[in-house]
């Protein structure tokens, strides 16, 4: 029997082969990790949605105001939907990350697929900015506790947006970054989602955003879709 080795040639050959094998099964590897966060985050969104719901059912179908004026909650700085519904006892307390600023940026306000972290954890609420300007988003955001939007008023719940991944590309405080998270979500069609300082929905997931409706259930939409405004997912023109 002849003992035989291996000549460099084969080796490099083997070596090549398990190289070009690797090559194709570690994007797959990537898509299937992102694909895992993908849904982790819908999860999460899921619960958010639901405390949302929760608060509604409180409160005679109100929507959440931005500052906790409600429930005894005195306003902190920064003082958002997160810790109103925090405060208010619909998501544990162990997803308080800074009490202080009001950024939360554990548990399940975060977002897995989030690089950068600035005000939130990545998950935005489709904003009424003003009841005087226009007439979209369910989260009003002035200094002042006015009556909050209605979940009464919605005609389309499963058509109307609650709550998405969301980002802003740019600000004067952090620099840029594609995936800055955020915690508002503006109507693409009041607001110039090109303008890298409005909060808009994330490329981040496939080249797009898990989205909750008003009735509590979740899709994954691409930036695009979102963009378009397609079902009138913002309620541009007080179509809700
Ligand atoms: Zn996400
Ligand atoms: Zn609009």
Known sequence: ?????????????????????????????????????????????RQIGLAFLMYAQDTSGEFLPPMAYRNGVTPVARTWYTNLLICGGYIPPSAWADENSGDIKTGIWQC?????????????????????????????????????????????????????????EANTYWGDNPDQSWIGLWCSQCKDWGDPSVNQASRRHSGGSNIIFVDGHGEFWKYTDIRANNMNIFGHNGEW
């Open 1 to 45: 029997m002849v003992k035989r080795k291996f000549t460099l040639i084969e080796l490099l050959v083997v070596i090549a082969i398990i190289a070009i094998l690797a090559s194709l099964l570690l994007p797959a590897l990537s898509r299937a990790k992102d694909m895992g966060k993908k849904i982790a985050c819908l999860g999460n969104e």
């Open 112 to 168: 897995p697929s989030v690089t950068k972290f600035n005000w939130g954890g990545g998950y935005g609420a489709v904003e009424l900015l003003s009841p005087f300007q226009s007439d979209w988003g369910i989260c009003y955001y002035p200094n002042d506790p006015l009556p909050m939007p209605s979940l009464n008023r919605v005609k389309r719940p499963s058509a109307m947006g609650m709550l998405s991944d969301a980002k802003r």
